[in-house]
């Protein structure tokens, strides 16, 4: 893929207390990150989403909290297809396939693109990146190999497709720690501390949360990239053999510099 050179020539900085949420969905994880007291700037393509969003944190975004950007982040520049899912939002995609994978027919809309260098460039590097959008992941994990300066820790949904890639494009872009955790238990997570969700209630993980990130990760199940990968092969038998009883949910993977 082309860049546009100023993006190029333009380096970014790094900044700890941002982060990127690329694959915004209803805002369940840029809900948490908020309420850690971080800054956000968050990504996503499907419209209405994005209207709802809007008016959830309407507070945030006038404060300057949070940046939510009604875009794809893809390979391709300028005006994309994406396509909304007909009853799952969390499954729509700018890859057709992937929205109609499980026979239904999805809706195409037009939307603009961005890409991470683009992001870096204009909003700087965050702490954290999280990256869950639909089988473009890969696309993003290429571009963060480019990356002069890259985010402390970042995760990956784990592609039904491309996890081999996005692992590999981890490795080559200097991450040398890993952990694998199962978005399934995330509800049945207890968060410590204070968190609350800005009305003084308790902050709770939903279904579409993503859960702990960078240094509230448990320390001591931070893996080698070797135990990882083997780790992650006997989940994807388990998955092949049983998918109902032993290999349950679905993975991300987090790394860290």
Same mark, same amino acid.
């Given at each position: 893929?082309?860049?546009?050179?100023?993006?190029?020539?333009?380096?970014?900085? &790094?900044?700890?207390?941002?982060?990127?949420?690329?694959?915004?969905?209803?805002?369940?994880?840029?809900?948490?990150?908020?309420?850690?007291?971080?800054?956000?700037?968050?990504?996503?393509?499907?419209?209405?989403?994005?209207?709802? #969003?809007?008016?959830?944190?309407?507070?945030?975004?006038?404060?300057?909290?949070?940046?939510?950007?009604? +875009?794809?982040?893809?390979?391709?520049?300028? +005006?994309?297809?994406?396509?909304?899912?007909?009853?799952?939002?969390?499954?729509?995609?700018?890859?057709?396939?992937?929205?109609?994978?499980?026979?239904?027919?999805?809706?195409?809309? +037009?939307?603009?693109?961005?890409?991470?260098?683009?992001?870096?460039?204009?909003?700087?590097?965050? &702490? &954290?990146?999280?990256?869950?959008?639909? #089988?473009?992941?890969?696309?993003?994990?290429?571009? !963060?190999?480019?990356?002069?300066?890259?985010?402390?820790?970042?995760?990956? *949904?784990?592609?039904?497709?491309?996890?081999?890639?996005?692992?590999?494009?981890?490795?080559?872009?200097?991450?040398?720690?890993?952990?694998?955790?199962?978005?399934?238990?995330?509800?049945?997570?207890?968060?410590?501390?204070?968190?609350?969700?800005?009305?003084?209630?308790?902050?709770?993980?939903?279904?579409?949360?993503?859960?702990?990130?960078?240094?509230?990760?448990?320390?001591?199940?931070? !893996?080698?990239?070797?135990?990882?990968?083997?780790?992650?092969?006997?989940?994807? *038998?388990?998955?092949?053999?049983?998918?109902?009883?032993?290999? !349950?949910?679905?993975?991300?993977?987090?790394?860290?510099?």
């Amino acid at each position: 893929m082309r860049f546009r050179e100023k993006e190029l020539n333009k380096k970014p900085s &790094y900044t700890d207390d941002l982060i990127f949420d690329l694959g915004f969905h209803n805002g369940d994880d840029a809900a948490f990150y908020l309420a850690k007291g971080f800054r956000v700037v968050a990504v996503e393509a499907n419209p209405e989403l994005v209207e709802a #969003g809007l008016r959830r944190f309407d507070s945030d975004i006038r404060a300057g909290r949070l940046i939510l950007l009604n +875009k794809a982040v893809c390979e391709a520049s300028g +005006k994309v297809d994406f396509f909304v899912h007909a009853t799952k939002s969390d499954w729509s995609s700018c890859l057709l396939n992937m929205a109609e994978s499980d026979g239904s027919s999805a809706t195409r809309v +037009k939307v603009d693109s961005t890409d991470l260098h683009e992001l870096f460039s204009e909003y700087g590097v965050p &702490y &954290y990146l999280k990256v869950d959008i639909e #089988g473009c992941d890969l696309f993003v994990a290429k571009q !963060l190999s480019e990356c002069e300066i890259k985010p402390k820790f970042v995760s990956f *949904e784990t592609s039904r497709r491309d996890y081999a890639g996005i692992f590999s494009y981890l490795y080559v872009s200097g991450y040398s720690r890993f952990q694998l955790v199962n978005q399934a238990n995330n509800p049945k997570r207890i968060i410590p501390g204070n968190v609350t969700d800005g009305k003084g209630n308790k902050f709770t993980f939903s279904e579409f949360s993503s859960g702990f990130f960078g240094e509230d990760l448990p320390e001591e199940k931070w !893996l080698t990239f070797d135990e990882m990968i083997t780790r992650y092969v006997k989940y994807k *038998e388990l998955k092949q053999i049983d998918n109902v009883e032993l290999g !349950l949910g679905w993975l991300d993977v987090h790394a860290k510099l």
